[in-house]
């Protein structure tokens, strides 16, 4: 069945970087685009990026446009996100989640999630 397992979450300082990763089984990895969602405190999923299946096209919420870079090694079976200037408002449990096609942000599975806090 599908797997995706998050790691690289932790606690930052505002300013700070992190990268997560997200591995992936139970599926051709290379054939669906994937996403990355949040939930932060108190709120509910969050949509924060997407990547088609060869990495060639990525898209971005607003909120995290220009600090925040997702990639997938299909070789792997992986997808990252980086994220760097990293801002109290990204505290939030991040999720990979696998899309429904090739290129969308509708997903239908989603892994247990890595925290990340920013605090000083």
């Known amino acids: 069945q599908v797997q995706l397992v998050e790691s690289g979450g932790g606690l930052v300082q505002p300013g700070g970087s992190l990268r997560l990763s997200c591995a992936a089984s139970?599926?051709?990895?290379?054939?669906?685009?994937m996403n990355w969602v949040r939930r932060a405190p108190g709120k509910g999923l969050e949509w924060v990026s997407a990547?088609?299946?060869?990495?060639?096209?990525?898209t971005y919420a607003d909120s995290v446009k220009g600090r925040f870079t997702i990639s997938r090694d299909n070789a792997k079976n992986t997808l990252y996100l980086q994220m760097i200037d990293l801002k109290p408002e990204d505290t939030a449990v991040y999720y990979c989640a696998k899309g429904v096609t090739t290129w969308t942000k509708e997903y239908d599975y989603w892994g247990q999630g890595t925290q990340v806090t920013v605090s000083s």
């Open positions: 990547i088609n299946t060869g990495g060639g096209s990525t």
């Open positions: 139970g599926f051709t990895f290379s054939s669906f685009a």
